[in-house]
């Protein structure tokens, strides 16, 4: 079994609806260490709602935080202090997707990012969405990923902006498991058509 791990080159653009995607795809499970923010439509929640599959599990939060911020200053707002070693993945038989919070170095602590969240033997996905900046923030959090040595692939979200695309294609050089457009809404069935289409790309 694999365990994915979901990181964006920002916060917004799109990591909840890959997931859901993702999960859905793989009939995995699905879990989201931190959580800041939005507690009553957690993204749990949301992808829970996504998903078709009888077969996903949604493992709880290891941190479920009040206020909608880095998770340091969420954390410190709660009085609280989160710690590496009280973050530990949930125990499947079945592929794993984890959820990061906002971009690979977003403190969860005063030494410590997302980043440090993701195992040796994870499969890294970077959700890139076009603005100005993109191809900067995608190129940094791929480069960063290859250097620690992830296998690392991109999904690009929202509407497509070609020439940002093709220049981050090349430079990268890493697998490009989809996109997923700028849809009036998302649904089980909108989710359930994204989650074919990857399939029969293959998603490694």
């Given at each position: 079994m694999t365990t994915y791990f979901i990181t964006g080159i920002s916060t917004n653009v799109g990591k909840t609806i890959a997931s859901a995607i993702l999960v859905e795809a793989l009939e995995a499970d699905y879990w989201k260490p931190i959580q800041a923010g939005e507690l009553d439509n957690s993204d749990t929640k949301k992808v829970q709602s996504l998903v078709s599959n009888s077969k996903s599990k949604f493992h709880p939060n290891a941190f479920a935080l009040k206020t909608p911020m880095s998770p340091h200053a969420a954390a410190e707002i709660d009085g609280i202090d989160i710690h590496l070693n009280q973050i530990k993945a949930p125990k499947t038989k079945n592929n794993l997707i984890i959820e990061g919070a906002g971009g690979l170095l977003v403190p969860i602590n005063n030494t410590q990012t997302v980043l440090d969240l993701i195992h040796p033997d994870y499969k890294a996905i970077v959700v890139s969405r076009h603005y100005l900046g993109s191809i900067n923030h995608t190129l940094l959090t791929v480069n960063l990923l290859k250097e620690k040595g992830?296998?690392?692939?991109?999904?690009?979200?929202?509407?497509?902006?070609?020439?940002?695309?093709?220049?981050?294609?090349k430079m990268t050089n890493v697998p490009i498991i989809g996109r997923i457009d700028e849809e009036p809404y998302f649904d089980k069935n909108v989710v359930k058509e994204y989650a074919d289409e990857f399939l029969q790309k293959g998603i490694s």
């Amino acid at each position: 079994m694999t365990t994915y791990f979901i990181t964006g080159i920002s916060t917004n653009v799109g990591k909840t609806i890959a997931s859901a995607i993702l999960v859905e795809a793989l009939e995995a499970d699905y879990w989201k260490p931190i959580q800041a923010g939005e507690l009553d439509n957690s993204d749990t929640k949301k992808v829970q709602s996504l998903v078709s599959n009888s077969k996903s599990k949604f493992h709880p939060n290891a941190f479920a935080l009040k206020t909608p911020m880095s998770p340091h200053a969420a954390a410190e707002i709660d009085g609280i202090d989160i710690h590496l070693n009280q973050i530990k993945a949930p125990k499947t038989k079945n592929n794993l997707i984890i959820e990061g919070a906002g971009g690979l170095l977003v403190p969860i602590n005063n030494t410590q990012t997302v980043l440090d969240l993701i195992h040796p033997d994870y499969k890294a996905i970077v959700v890139s969405r076009h603005y100005l900046g993109s191809i900067n923030h995608t190129l940094l959090t791929v480069n960063l990923l290859k250097e620690k040595g992830f296998d690392v692939s991109i999904i690009f979200s929202g509407n497509e902006h070609k020439t940002t695309e093709d220049i981050i294609k090349k430079m990268t050089n890493v697998p490009i498991i989809g996109r997923i457009d700028e849809e009036p809404y998302f649904d089980k069935n909108v989710v359930k058509e994204y989650a074919d289409e990857f399939l029969q790309k293959g998603i490694s």
